[in-house]
């Protein structure tokens, strides 16, 4: 398996401006994280989803966010209206539903908002 | 409330002398397991090693070992002989046995290596 594969690895744009983020898990697993991390806040959670239904999207602002899973080998992330504060890395990561089992990265996507 | 705290924001070693970075958790849950992660400025997140909270022995991978104290809830990573391409940001996470396996993050240390 390639791994958990995320797009773009880097989006600059413009405030206000929508940005939709990509993920591919890893085939088999049951849960897809999306974490933000910045030089303050460290690794935030946003949401995760099980099997394709959200866990728990509590770390998410709902006003621009919004995050699907549409099948079981896809998800986005989208920010709309976009702003500077938003510029962080994001990062997906897939585990299977298990206590002993780690969560595996995808390699991030820088975002930008100017 | 599941925590999981990183008291040190950065450490420095020399390169090939041994350093622990500490890290200490809050959990009511008998059952969990603990990671440490790896990220380089590649930004990568790499697995360095976990541990289960039912094993009495410590886990080693290699240079890298931790020392778990169940009761201290406390979980540090040691790294002997210290290599360059140890300099990375390290993360002590843990993962509990509730119905949701949410992972909780700690903030990080940076380990800078001096050669």
């Known amino acids: 398996d390639a791994g958990v594969i995320q797009s773009p690895r880097h989006e600059v744009t413009e405030m206000g401006q929508e940005v939709t983020l990509r993920c591919k898990p890893i085939?088999?697993?049951?849960?897809l994280f999306w974490y933000r991390q910045t030089m303050m806040q460290g690794l935030e959670l946003l949401v995760y989803?099980?099997?394709?239904?959200?866990?728990?999207d509590s770390g998410m602002p709902k006003d621009r966010f919004s995050a699907k899973m549409p099948n079981a080998s896809f998800s986005t992330l989208k920010i709309q209206p976009s702003e500077p504060r938003d510029s962080a890395v994001y990062f997906c990561?897939?585990?299977?539903?298990?206590?002993?089992?780690?969560?595996?990265f995808g390699q991030g996507t820088r975002l930008t908002v100017v | 409330a599941q925590t999981v705290t990183q008291s040190q924001p950065e450490m420095s070693v020399q390169e090939a002398e041994t350093v622990t970075l500490s890290c200490t958790y809050d959990?009511?849950?008998?059952?969990?397991?603990l990671f440490w992660y790896k990220q380089p400025p590649s930004r990568q997140m790499i697995l360095v090693i976990r541990?289960?909270?039912?094993k009495q022995q410590n886990a080693t991978e290699n240079r890298f070992s931790v020392n778990f104290q169940k009761a201290a809830k406390s979980f540090s990573l040691k790294i002997s002989d210290s290599q360059l391409g140890d300099a990375a940001m390290y993360f002590c996470?843990?993962?509990?046995?509730?119905?949701?396996?949410?992972?909780?993050w700690g903030a990080g240390t940076k380990l800078i290596i001096k050669p």
């Open positions: 085939s088999g697993h049951d849960y």
């Open positions: 996470a843990y993962r509990v046995g509730d119905s949701n396996y949410q992972l909780i």
């Open positions: 990561a897939s585990s299977f539903y298990r206590l002993n089992t780690e969560a595996f």
């Open positions: 989803f099980n099997n394709k239904a959200v866990m728990d």
């Open positions: 959990t009511s849950e008998s059952d969990y397991y």
């Open positions: 541990q289960e909270a039912y």
